[in-house]
């Protein structure tokens, strides 16, 4: 379930990740001494099976430095001392809050960026969603946090096949360039340059990629926010993009068809089609 904590709140819980405020001498000596000992260990890139661990029991946890990929859902909060974030870090960026705080007033991270955290699991938080009732989330005390790219963090490509491919017609050229498969999608990187008179069009809806007999229709990672090739394209103008699909197989032979038209109705185009083996 997606909620949202009211940044007051997180602001108070982050407020204790950078130093905090009414505790005693003794805990602040103790939380010190935790605080050296997990920056002595390497941080431990976590599973997402592990992150909801982490995100159902943080306070089992606590002392572990690990490194984790998040999806910032709310504008940070910024003060003198630091930046506070909240981010979604399970289900591909969409669950599992999570908040972090850093000691690096200048950091340049806004709403919706996806970024690699590295920091140590403080403590829960409890407050209250919308609704009024009861959450809990990790504290995360960060040492750094990179921007990074959807499909690094929730989509990493497990295969590349350089393609190199290009298909001419009346001055209408695509070019496949690669495609990259991950464990739950497959993404095809084109080229379309309108080197005719006339005005062009692509159809990205028309996508397809054939294999061992099935049919995969291109379908739109939304969340991903990937770069689109043009749906009309003027002459002389170049568009790139990248195409999504579900999963292929990790190896074989595939066809990659793609359509589109062009404002001069003498042009008759056919399908463009780019075959594979990898």
Not at 159 to 169: E, G, M, R, T, Y
Not at 222 to 246: C, H, N, Q, R, W
Request: proline content about 3%.
């Amino acid at each position: 379930m997606n909620w949202k904590v009211s940044m007051t709140a997180v602001l108070a819980g982050a407020a204790l990740v950078m130093g905090g405020c009414g505790v005693d001498s003794a805990a602040t000596k103790t939380e010190t001494k935790v605080e050296k000992k997990a920056e002595q260990k390497e941080a431990k890139a976590v599973t997402m099976q592990e992150m909801q661990q982490i995100v159902t029991d943080p306070n089992g946890h606590k002392g572990e430095n690990i490194k984790f990929y998040g999806r910032v859902f709310v504008e940070p909060e910024r003060d003198k001392d630091g930046v506070y974030l909240q981010m979604y870090t399970l289900n591909k960026g969409s669950d599992g809050n999570t908040i972090v705080g850093i000691k690096d007033p200048n950091l340049q991270i806004k709403q919706d960026d996806v970024v690699l955290v590295e920091g140590t699991v403080e403590k829960a938080f409890e407050g209250e969603n919308a609704m009024g009732g009861k959450i809990t989330a990790p504290v995360i005390k960060a040492k750094t946090v990179t921007k990074s790219e959807y499909k690094d963090a929730f989509v990493p490509t497990k295969k590349i096949i350089d393609v190199n491919q290009k298909v001419a017609q009346s001055g209408y050229d695509i070019t496949v360039n690669k495609i990259e498969i991950a464990d739950d999608e497959t993404r095809v990187y084109v080229t379309v340059e309108n080197n005719s008179k006339s005005e062009i069009s692509f159809y990205s809806f028309n996508a397809k990629i054939t294999q061992n007999g099935q049919q995969f229709e291109h379908e739109s990672n939304y969340d991903a926010k990937y770069p689109e090739v043009s749906e009309d394209i003027l002459p002389g103008v170049k568009s790139e993009g990248i195409l999504t699909f579900k999963k292929v197989a990790d190896a074989g032979a595939l066809q990659i068809v793609l359509e589109g038209s062009s404002d001069n109705y003498d042009i008759d185009l056919k399908p463009f089609v780019f075959a594979v083996n990898y």
